[in-house]
């Protein structure tokens, strides 16, 4: 039986490894992420060096999120690498400890690690992202052409004096508040007769608030206001689960989001999509560590077969890349997102117990 001393050695091996691993992703991805940025945004007139480092700074976090279960992978690579080539796995072995006793201690670090990611990392990660795309849309707001195909929102609303078609450049405060907005007003036949430009819009209780508008009839000249109003239906809660970032809604707020969504008979599958794989991540992890440990604890005097550890990174990204499709999967609702965030991780998992089995165990 391994002593807690053994146990925790090689738990704060672990963590000291995830650690450093965590710290130097952290590190490449804010200065790619500040390159790429400063690239973007150096025409515009009131860019400044120091804005792109606190861009990038404030959504890097979301950024290192996704990159959590490959540090896992890594660092748990690397700890069983270790502590086999110092023969310490040896050593306990022959104490008559068995591979399943000290994997244990890196599983657990792995599903700490997990925790944290969910508990602490998440919610600043999106807090973080709001406020990213606060500052920059504040910065490209007028002074940019520069759209995003893939995140420009198209909604339209009904209401009693007619449909309206709604779109932005950006989404910001969670699907409540948008940055050059534009509204097409339409009348019964369906044809457009007032468009109105915003540079900011906000979801208040029957109505959208413009400021900064510029409002175009189609049978006169524009005019410049500096506030106007928009009668609508639409509800927060169907904003939000419509146009909302499922990665800007902090873990501890998704359940309530689902449940207001669901109360107005949307299926919010974008975020129980997120809840479900937030909860799923530190078992994840495990399943990352188990892949590891099938190629990391060959006998040192035997070689680290790189083929071997090559194949379990390969295996690491095929798991995230299937983790990945399924979720989307699951955001589609073709299966179930409960299904969608635990299927990758059993199988995971049962790859992992029955490879290590049958090499330890016979």
């Known amino acids: 039986m391994m002593g807690w001393t053994l146990g925790r050695y090689f738990f704060f091996r672990y963590a000291t490894i995830a650690a450093w691993f965590f710290i130097g992703i952290f590190a490449l991805v804010l200065l790619i992420d500040f390159t790429e940025l400063s690239s973007r945004l150096s025409r515009i007139p009131d860019f400044t060096y120091w804005t792109a480092a606190a861009i990038s700074a404030l959504r890097v976090p979301m950024l290192v999120l996704q990159t959590v279960p490959f540090v896992g992978l890594f660092a748990a690579m690397a700890t069983l690498v270790s502590l086999n080539r110092k023969y310490e796995l040896v050593v306990a072995r022959a104490a008559g400890i068995s591979a399943w006793q000290f994997l ?44 995003k195909n893939d995140t420009i929102p198209w909604l339209r609303q009904k209401t009693a004096s007619g449909d309206t078609i709604i779109g932005a450049r950006a989404i910001l405060a969670q699907g409540l508040e948008m940055s050059d907005a534009t509204f097409f007003l339409l009348d019964a036949e369906g044809n457009i007769f007032e468009r109105k430009d915003a540079r900011r819009a906000f979801l208040r209780d029957g109505y959208w608030e413009l400021q900064d508008v510029t409002i175009r009839p189609s049978d006169g000249p524009g005019t410049h206001k500096a506030s ?65 440990a099938t190629v990391s604890m060959r006998f040192a005097r035997m070689g680290q ?58």
Request: proline share 5%; net charge negative; aromatic share 10%.
């Open 305 to 362: 077969s790189a083929t071997m550890i090559l194949g379990g990174v390969i295996a690491g990204f095929l798991l995230y890349v299937i983790s990945v499709l399924v979720k989307a999967f699951g955001v589609a609702g073709i299966v179930p997102t409960i299904v969608a965030a635990w299927f990758p991780v059993v199988v995971a998992m049962f790859f992992g117990v029955t490879f290590l089995l049958y090499k330890e165990d016979g």
């Open 228 to 292: 106007d109003q928009v009668s609508t239906d639409l509800k927060p809660e169907f904003v939000q689960e419509r146009l909302a970032q499922a990665e800007t809604i902090p873990f501890y707020d998704l359940p309530g989001k689902i449940r207001a969504a669901r109360s107005f008979g949307l299926g919010a599958n974008g975020f129980a999509m997120q809840f479900d794989s937030l909860i799923a991540l530190p078992f994840l992890l495990v399943a990352m560590t188990l892949i590891a």
């Open 104 to 147: 244990l201690p890196v599983c657990l670090g792995a599903f700490v690690f997990g925790v944290l990611a969910v508990a602490v990392l998440n919610p600043l990660a999106a807090k973080g992202l709001v406020q990213s795309q606060n500052i920059e849309a504040l910065l490209r707001s007028g002074n940019s052409n520069e759209v």
